[in-house]
């Protein structure tokens, strides 16, 4: 490829190489999941904010045309916000695309990652509570010496 000093074309260098870094992401650790969310992110904030430029490009040029001498060029201005509309609609679709790979690493933490921090919590707290003798410290539950539940005895 020769470089001619296009911007568009390092911006779409740019996204071509996400594209490539999504595709070539394995999910065999949850490092690949978060990696995989990262990349549609970006994909999606890219993709957003160039389809949303574009349609306020195109709403721009479109609304330019002169019609008919008896309309003014206001049925253009209509039609333009019309064409321009869908391409908005996109880039609608683009950020959720975004939002979608970030909505599904907080599901995959909820779902997976805190129930495993959660049991090994859990299990922590049970290696450091055995049962069995122990001196000063009251049953659970018990009242334990008379008078120190705050109960007449």
Same mark, same amino acid.
């Given at each position: 490829m020769?470089d001619?000093?296009?911007?568009?074309e390092k911006?779409g260098?740019?996204l +071509?190489q996400?594209? $490539?870094q999504?595709?070539k @992401?394995?999910?065999?650790?949850?490092?690949?999941?978060y $990696?995989?969310?990262?990349?549609?992110?970006?994909?999606?904030l *890219?993709?957003?904010?160039?389809?949303a430029m574009?349609?306020?490009?195109?709403?721009?040029?479109l609304?330019q045309?002169k019609?008919k001498?008896w309309?003014?060029?206001a049925?253009?201005k209509?039609r !333009?916000?019309l064409v321009a509309a869908?391409?908005k609609?996109?880039a +609608?679709? !683009?950020?959720?695309l975004?939002?979608?790979g970030?909505?599904?690493?907080a599901s995959?933490v909820?779902?997976?990652i805190?129930?495993e921090i959660?049991? *090994?919590?859990?299990?922590r707290e049970g290696?450091?509570k055995?049962?069995?003798?122990? @001196?000063?410290?009251?049953?659970?539950g018990?009242?334990g010496?008379p008078? *120190?539940s705050?109960? !007449?005895?």
């Amino acid at each position: 490829m020769s470089d001619d000093g296009d911007s568009g074309e390092k911006l779409g260098s740019n996204l +071509s190489q996400l594209i $490539q870094q999504l595709e070539k @992401i394995e999910f065999t650790t949850d490092r690949d999941l978060y $990696q995989y969310a990262r990349i549609l992110r970006a994909i999606g904030l *890219e993709l957003h904010m160039r389809i949303a430029m574009d349609a306020d490009i195109v709403g721009a040029i479109l609304a330019q045309y002169k019609g008919k001498w008896w309309t003014f060029g206001a049925q253009s201005k209509v039609r !333009a916000m019309l064409v321009a509309a869908h391409l908005k609609g996109g880039a +609608s679709a !683009a950020k959720v695309l975004g939002l979608s790979g970030v909505k599904m690493y907080a599901s995959f933490v909820r779902h997976f990652i805190q129930p495993e921090i959660e049991a *090994e919590r859990k299990a922590r707290e049970g290696k450091a509570k055995k049962p069995g003798f122990s @001196i000063g410290d009251k049953p659970k539950g018990a009242a334990g010496r008379p008078g *120190e539940s705050g109960r !007449a005895a």
